[in-house]
Nanobody, 124 residues
Framework: QVQLVESGGGLVQAGGSLRISCAASGRTFGSYTMGWFRQAPGKEREFAATINWTGGSTYYADSVKGRFTISRDNAKNTVYLQMNSLKPEDTAVYYC?????????????????WGQGTQVTVSS
């Protein structure tokens, strides 16, 4: 079992930056592929980024590639999403998720554990 708690969301102006975090419980955090997803009002949850268990491999959705960076610190049981050059269309609730499927994992159905989400709002 893994419990995930996101933090760090908030309101930021377009062009700004924000880093959100996801703290995980459990001694096996380092075994999981981790992902970040987002869901805007009235839209389906969509994939943003994923990272393998070592942190050495990452994969991004085209919509965030070059602007977002996913990273993890297994000693702290935490995964991060650094978001730069934010746009109003990045406004969404951001969720972290964990899976034992091998990296890369972009389908929501492949993730077993989800956090409660953190709101990111980008003003124009």
């Amino acid at each position: 079992q893994v419990q995930l708690v996101e933090s760090g969301g908030g309101l930021v102006q377009a062009g700004g930056s924000l880093r959100i975090s996801c703290a995980a419980s459990g001694r096996t955090f380092g075994s999981y592929t981790m992902g970040w997803f987002r869901q805007a009002p009235g839209k389906e949850r969509e994939f943003a980024a994923t990272i393998n268990w070592t942190g050495g491999s990452t994969y991004y959705a085209d919509s965030v590639k070059g602007r977002f960076t996913i990273s993890r610190d297994n000693a702290k049981n935490t995964v991060y999403l650094q978001m730069n050059s934010l746009k109003p269309e990045d406004t969404a609730v951001y969720y972290c998720a964990a899976t034992l499927y091998s990296f890369p994992v972009i389908r929501t159905s492949r993730y077993n554990y989800w956090g409660q989400g953190t709101q990111v709002t980008v003003s124009s």
